[in-house]
């Protein structure tokens, strides 16, 4: 299973917030290149990255910090907040980004997911957000009256390879995965799950491992000494590079 340390963006900063609520967000590192070499040199191959202020504008706005970290890094950076454009997604990839997530532009407009998906194929990283089983959008302000389960075979069908799935009322609480919500999402769909939000400890790692997950994201826990990344990694199994 991979680890994917992550790092979310506000105003230039390496912040984290407490449910998707920008008012609690916490500076939590020095730079966004400092915490990913960091993350790098104990052992990640992978990062997650999101443009939380790109998220809200619904544009990019923190992507020199996110080629800053690709340029200067050997680690695979995956990309999510305010891409709801095919020559975003461009700018993106042709810059040395690996893969890019399509969250609200994927729930509000199929034609363009659709199309990216086709164009990029496995390069395309579908996010799903939920409040209370609902599919939440622009920067967690929305929620709809879209169930997880049926927006993921949705995105199946369009052809998304790989799912990341946040339960927010668990997100930067530290108060472990929501193990019942993932279990059931990876087997109505065949897409690679990534499990977002809540993870505290190696013994969380443990427990998506066995539930035959692709990924776990790893953030708060890391900022706050919970969980160390070489842990996570041993318990995700060994890091691979797929």
Partial sequence: MLIFPAIDMKDGECVR?????????QKVAENALQAAQ?????????????????????????????????????????IGGGIRRMDTIEYYLNSGIARVILGSAALNNPDFTTEAIRTYGDKIVIGIDARDGFVAAEGWLETSSVDYIAFA?????????????????????LSGPNLEMLDKLNRAVSCNIVASGGIRNAKDITALRKLGLYGAICGKSLYSGTLKLA??????GGQNEA
Avoid: C
């Avoid at 790109?54 to 695979?76: E, M, Y």
């Avoid at 842990?231 to 995700?236: L, N, Q, S, T, Y």
């Fill in 17 to 25: 917030l407490r449910r998707g609520d920008y008012a609690t967000a």
């Fill in 38 to 78: 960091s993350f790098e040199a104990d052992g990640a191959k992978w990062l997650h990255m999101v443009d939380l202020n790109g998220a809200k504008d619904a544009h990019p706005v923190n992507a020199s910090l996110v080629f800053q970290v690709a340029q200067n890094t050997g680690l695979k950076v995956e």
């Fill in 231 to 236: 842990d996570a990694v041993a318990a995700a």
């Fill in 153 to 173: 075979k949705q995105m199946e069908q369009l052809g998304a390879q790989t799912i990341i799935f946040t339960d927010i009322s668990r997100d930067g609480m």
